[in-house]
């Protein structure tokens, strides 16, 4: 018999797995210099934005 994961645990590492991803696909773009400077808001819109889809993928696979 399978045991499903702790929601927390699963919630919390779909976060991080995509909020890595999304900083990392940042810093490349901004190292191919397509964007010069990325704004405060749009670092904290990326933030929120995979804590919404780790809230979100967690719940999902319940």
Partial sequence: MKRS???GLSIFLYSAGMLLI???GLML???FGWVKAVPETVIW???LL???GGIL???RNR
Avoid: W
Wanted: hydrophobic content about 65%; charged content about 0%; proline content about 6%.
């Fill in 5 to 7: 994961p702790n929601l």
């Fill in 22 to 24: 999304l900083m990392a």
């Fill in 29 to 31: 773009v901004q190292a």
């Fill in 45 to 47: 819109a990326l933030v």
């Fill in 50 to 52: 995979s804590i919404g």
């Fill in 57 to 59: 993928m967690g719940m």
